[in-house]
């Protein structure tokens, strides 16, 4: 496929949220004339996960920025290892190293207030005996720990239509860093609480990437969505060649 073809910009949501916590950078990207899709992440299983987001980016017909929040950034890790992918951009994310899993590299740090709010859940795993575990944030403390500079109904909103993370995501290692071999670009949410903020600087660092340090709580998105806009747009820019 042509390089200088318009890319299209694959959103990937992490845990606790779903492609709609993308609502506010969905209508600035479309408006500066790109593509986007916002698939739905099973948030069963980072292996799984980054195949599904890999089945959805070889769907897309020219190159492709991949673009990930939280979890998500781990998943874009595996997922943007394919062909058409020309660029990485982790939104207050997990840049694993290839091997490490998620525990490991956020227990390099200090705990975020995220540790003592977590709630788990088991859920029947299809075509087996045994049960899997959910990860969800109390309702409750979910605002304030995860969307304080967001709209109070809008976060009230979303912290009882959490997309739950399955507990095993947490343990597996990551067969590959698609960041070595691709161009990537870093946010890190300062006033972070889900995400220690040193977790995504390390990370970043690590990968050699790009980085931009934005005052805003995890759900940057919705908070700060001009400046995550400006970073996939230089994403696009610095690949468009």
Not at 66 to 73: A, I, R, T, W
Not at 99 to 124: C, I, K, M, N, Y
Not at 223 to 241: F, G, M, N
Request: charged content about 20%.
């Amino acid at each position: 496929m042509p390089r200088h073809a318009r890319p299209t910009v694959v959103l990937v949501h992490g845990a606790f949220a779903d492609a709609s916590s993308f609502a506010r950078v969905i209508p600035e990207l479309t408006a500066a004339g790109l593509k986007v899709v916002a698939p739905a992440v099973p948030n069963r299983s980072l292996v799984d996960d980054a195949a599904y987001i890999a089945s959805v980016v070889r769907a897309v017909d020219g190159p492709v920025i991949l673009v990930g929040h939280s979890y998500g950034g781990a998943v874009i890790t595996l997922a943007g290892a394919e062909d058409n992918v020309r660029a990485l951009v982790y939104l207050a994310g997990y840049a694993l190293e290839e091997g490490e899993s998620l525990g490991e590299l956020q227990g390099r740090f200090p705990d975020s207030g995220l540790a003592d709010a977590l709630v788990h859940t088991p859920f029947p795993v299809p075509g087996s005996t045994e049960t899997g575990t959910d990860v969800s944030v109390e309702v409750e403390k979910f605002p304030a720990l995860f969307a304080a500079d967001v709209d109070p109904e809008l976060a009230a909103v979303l912290a009882v239509s959490q997309r739950p993370l399955a507990a095993r995501a947490f343990t597996e290692t990551a067969p590959v860093a698609a960041w070595k071999s691709k161009p990537s670009w870093g946010l890190v949410a300062t006033s972070d609480r889900t995400i220690n903020p040193d977790v995504e600087r390390y990370g970043y660092e690590r990968a050699g990437m790009t980085t931009v340090e934005v005052d805003s709580s995890h759900l940057v998105m919705l908070s700060r969505p001009k400046a995550v806009a400006e970073l996939v747009q230089d994403a696009v820019r610095s690949t468009a060649h």
